[in-house]
T-cell receptor
Framework: AQSVTQLDSHVSVSEGTPVLLRCNYS??????LFWYVQHPNKGLQLLLK??????LVKGINGFEAEFKKSETSFHLTKPSAHMSDAAEYFC???????????FGKGTMLLVSP | NAGVTQTPKFRILKIGQSMTLQCAQD?????MYWYRQDPGMGLKLIYY???????DKGEVPNGYNVSRSTTEDFPLRLELAAPSQTSVYFC???????????FGPGTRLTVT
């Protein structure tokens, strides 16, 4: 079985400061991991994905995530937050042999001026 | 290239009514999915399909039905709508299990 835990339901940062959104996963096999972003009243957009290549994955808009198998973590980071980063972020896992994704409950990122 | 389209964008239903949420994709993807999103709960999988004529239940299938007669279309049917089905519904498609899922813009459904 696969599962995802996003450790914070809300994260607040000031513009220009670093962003850290935490995600732990559970998987029976070698997983694929994704981060999606959802802006208010919009659909979901892929930020980045890990599929067993490099453990440090770079995504769009300056985001990156590091796959740490020993810690079963896939935390999302960005060096400097921008106001436009304010959105909800979902960590997602897909096990080998499954046709489906499992979503975390989401982390709302709030960015203040 | 339209990607994944969903209709309608908004709908209000009375308890006991039925309706079909439409989803279409023009990327020739075999895999298609229906999710519902409730506040603070992330996305829950309702049904999915791995190709025309093949569908399977997800985590929360009760009260819903699907069909997949073509690669492009994957409609979701609500029979006997209930207030618990008030939610935002997203359709998605992908070319394979470990690939990015592409999401439609969503349908906001209210059942009163």
């Amino acid at each position: 079985a696969q599962s995802v835990t996003q450790l914070d339901s809300h994260v607040s940062v000031s513009e220009g400061t670093p962003v850290l959104l935490r995600c732990n996963y559970s998987s029976s096999y070698s997983p694929s991991l994704f981060w999606y972003v959802q802006h208010p009243n919009k659909g979901l957009q892929l930020l980045l994905k890990y599929t067993s290549a490099a453990t440090l994955v770079k995504g769009i808009n300056g985001f990156e995530a590091e796959f740490k198998k020993s810690e079963t973590s896939f935390h999302l980071t960005k060096p400097s937050a921008h106001m436009s980063d304010a959105a909800e972020y979902f960590c997602v896992v897909s096990d080998r042999g499954y046709s489906t994704l499992t979503f975390g409950k989401g982390t709302m990122l709030l960015v203040s001026p | 290239n339209a990607g994944v389209t969903q209709t309608p964008k908004f709908r209000i239903l009375k308890i006991g009514q039925s309706m079909t949420l439409q989803c279409a994709q023009d990327m020739n993807h075999n895999y298609m999915y229906w999710y519902r999103q409730d506040p603070g709960m992330g996305l829950k999988l309702i049904y999915y399909s791995v190709g025309a004529g093949i569908t399977d239940k997800g985590e929360v299938p009760n009260g819903y039905n699907v069909s997949r007669s073509t690669t492009e279309d994957f409609p979701l049917r609500l029979e006997l709508a209930a207030p618990s089905q008030t939610s935002v519904y997203f359709c998605a498609s992908t070319e394979g299990t470990f690939y990015e899922q592409y999401f439609g813009p969503g349908t906001r459904l209210t059942v009163t």
